[in-house]
């Protein structure tokens, strides 16, 4: 039996993996972060989501490539990471490198917490509410610092804080999307909204008169669409885009 600790988010989806390939020799395991390294996790980290958090920070990361290379950012930083060029080589390997070591951080942001003052929040409590690659948005409660009873307040109230955020979570607004490639076509639709009623994928092949075989490649491409690991992913994220 093995424990592992591992300390970096890569090196947790390869102990992920080494678990899955081999559970008789993991016996529990220790980990961080879940980074599991799939192409949308590395585009919203690198690309586009991430960016919508730290507005700032991204624009140091955006500054060594030209608007023109923006499009494909980790294709940009590779061509100039092994390059020959060491000035542009430096360039791009500090604003890399900034932009990981600011966003892993825990730290409060120093000017947040200037401007919150600025505005008469001198204490707060806030619950974010966000999901990887989509919106993110936050709850507050403030009060100012000769509130005395406003800590007990949150510490008693905690549960319905709790409820108020995930119905705030669960039932926000969803900007609607103008790319074709998230607009589902009418039978994946109607595959939807069998797949949610619970029927099998021989019952809706039944129920749509097609094979189960094509049941399968409408549940493939619909994941695809929606960048999603498997089909009950897909599901939910699109009745949170309001696709069906």
């Not at 879940?34 to 949308?40: A, G, K, S, T, V």
């Not at 060491?86 to 932009?99: E, L």
């Not at 097609?210 to 049941?215: C, G, H």
Request: aromatic letters at 10%.
């Amino acid at each position: 039996m093995v424990t592992l600790s591992l300390p970096l988010s890569v090196l947790d989806a390869l102990s992920l993996a080494y678990a899955q390939k081999h559970p008789d020799r993991v016996h529990a395991l220790i980990l961080r972060g879940i980074f599991l390294c799939r192409p949308q996790e590395f585009k919203w980290f690198y690309q586009e989501g991430a960016s919508r958090l730290f507005p700032d920070y991204w624009q140091d990361y955006l500054a060594p490539i030209p608007v023109e290379e923006q499009g494909d950012l980790m294709q940009a930083f590779y061509k100039r990471l092994t390059g020959a060029d060491q000035i542009a080589q430096m360039h791009a390997a500090k604003a890399w490198s900034c932009w990981e070591g600011r966003t892993a951080t825990l730290r409060p942001n120093p000017q947040v917490v200037e401007q919150s003052a600025h505005y008469g929040i001198e204490q707060g409590f806030t619950v974010p509410m966000h999901e990887p690659g989509r919106t993110f948005g936050s709850m507050h409660l403030a009060a100012p610092l000769a509130n005395k009873a406003f800590v007990p307040s949150i510490k008693a109230h905690q549960l319905a804080i709790k409820v108020i955020s995930d119905l705030a979570h669960h039932n926000r607004p969803h900007p609607s999307t103008s790319s074709d490639s998230l607009r589902l076509t009418p039978r994946e639709n109607e595959f939807l909204r069998w797949l949610s009623m619970g029927k099998t994928y021989r019952e809706i092949g039944l129920i749509m008169n097609i094979s189960e075989r094509t049941v399968k490649f409408y549940a493939h491409q619909m994941t695809e669409k929606l960048e999603c690991v498997n089909v009950k992913q897909a599901m939910m994220k699109a009745m949170y885009l309001n696709l069906v």
